[in-house]
């Protein structure tokens, strides 16, 4: 699929021309029907088109659509970043900058850590991604197709296997692989920063080990390393919870936000411990779009719309009828190509694997393109790419959820 005017390296899942949508639908030029399992890649968890943000928007869009925070502070920026630091679950005064993206969140991480702690090696791990931006194609744990034909990328950076119980890493694994990292490949003094997802998006909607968590957390503290966490697919309710590093009884030092902040409407934001947000000096934090009046009066709706209440409920209602369908498939051997059920509460992904155990790469081209025919819209994911990752709306309506799990079993159930 092509289109006038647009680069020929811009990949499409899905060959359809979308219009309009609402909550957990869409519809293409030609006025067909899709479920939206996809959710924008997780950017939509108060789906399609929500009114009270679609309100603010166009209240804002009335007052004010652009002016740049460090030429002159706006009032939008100044209650949302308020608001907002408010709402991350942590024990110490939040700081922190808006952006436009989550890689550019991840971008400004980087030169914090570099000016805190003036080393700039950094840890990530297997199967992470962070970003399509230069910098952060390196700290992603896949090469193709991020890291192909662009060079030399920006370092140092390390990998480190991602231990979780959805992939068969274990925590002895990973600590094995970190110790080997520190006495080979380099000194961990010379360390910045950890970077981390608490459930990996591109992975494969994997869940990391709690345990390895807190010693993650430990080790950081111990040798004075900042402990980056990427909650820019997992974070604003995707896992049922406000953040899902709550989940592992951590904390971070530096958070990374994006995708769901403001209901599809471009913002992200780097947030942590205003000691690190406040290492750089005067100027080198900002930018000309960052923190957009519209973006930020977005973003306001979306925190008054996600109470605890509304997201525990979603979340439960949500987890529990994927569950349920998943262990009816698994009762009745609806398929050889089923796998696992990955992630935790609302981030959850469905592993195809062949019998002999390997990624089922051509039965998932098989599910997207009959799913899509019947009307459902679905993302791969995971190193093979090879994981269904369901994200759908937290907002679905109970039956358009069943419809589109319904159109999922008769796909699974033909894969050949």
Not at 65 to 88: C, G, K, M, S
Not at 271 to 292: H, Q
Request: net charge negative; hydrophobic share 45%.
């Amino acid at each position: 699929m092509a289109f006038p005017g647009v680069s020929n390296s811009i990949s499409f899942v899905h060959p359809v021309n979308l219009t309009h949508g609402k909550n957990a639908e869409v519809w293409d030029a030609e006025g067909k029907r899709y479920i939206d399992f996809v959710g924008g890649i997780g950017v939509l968890n108060l789906g399609h088109c929500h009114p009270v943000i679609v309100a603010a928007i166009c209240e804002q869009a009335q007052r004010m659509t652009h002016y740049a925070f460090n030429a002159a502070p706006h009032v939008p920026y100044r209650q949302f970043i308020e608001r907002l630091a408010a709402f991350i679950p942590v024990s110490y005064p939040v700081s922190g900058m808006l952006t436009n993206s989550g890689a550019e969140a991840a971008e400004n991480a980087l030169k914090i850590v570099r000016g805190h702690t003036g080393r700039s090696a950094v840890v990530a791990f297997d199967g992470a991604f962070h970003g399509r931006t230069l910098a952060t194609l390196n700290l992603n744990g896949k090469v193709a197709p991020y890291k192909q034909k662009v060079g030399v990328l920006p370092g140092p950076v390390f990998h480190l296997p991602y231990p979780s119980p959805d992939n068969g890493v274990s925590v002895a694994d990973a600590v094995k692989a970190m110790e080997r990292l520190f006495s080979v490949e380099i000194d961990i003094d010379e360390v910045a920063c950890f970077i981390i997802e608490p459930v990996q998006g591109e992975g494969g909607f994997l869940a990391l080990d709690p345990a390895f968590a807190r010693l993650l957390r430990q080790l950081c503290d111990d040798k004075g390393i900042v402990l980056i966490i990427d909650e820019i697919q997992s974070g604003f309710g995707r896992t049922g919870e406000r953040f899902a590093f709550s989940r592992l009884g951590i904390e971070p030092d530096l958070l990374l936000l994006g995708k769901s902040i403001a209901g599809g409407v471009p913002l992200g934001a780097v947030v942590g411990r205003k000691a690190l947000m406040d290492t750089l000096p005067k100027g080198g934090l900002g930018g000309t779009y960052s923190g957009n009046p519209i973006a930020c009066a977005a973003g306001l709706a979306t925190l008054d719309v996600m109470s605890d209440e509304h997201l525990t409920r979603w979340g439960e209602a949500y987890s529990t009828a994927v569950q349920a369908r998943y262990e009816h498939w698994q009762t009745q051997e609806l398929t050889p190509y089923l796998g696992r059920l990955t992630g935790v509460g609302a981030m959850r992904g469905i592993e195809l694997r062949t019998p002999d155990g390997q990624p089922a790469t051509a039965q998932m081209a098989q599910l997207l393109e009959s799913a899509r025919a019947r009307g459902l819209l679905l993302m791969p994911s995971g190193k093979s790419r090879h994981i269904v990752r369901l994200l759908a709306p937290l907002t679905i309506e109970p039956e358009v959820l069943e419809e589109g799990l319904d159109i999922l079993q008769a796909c699974l159930a033909e894969l050949h």
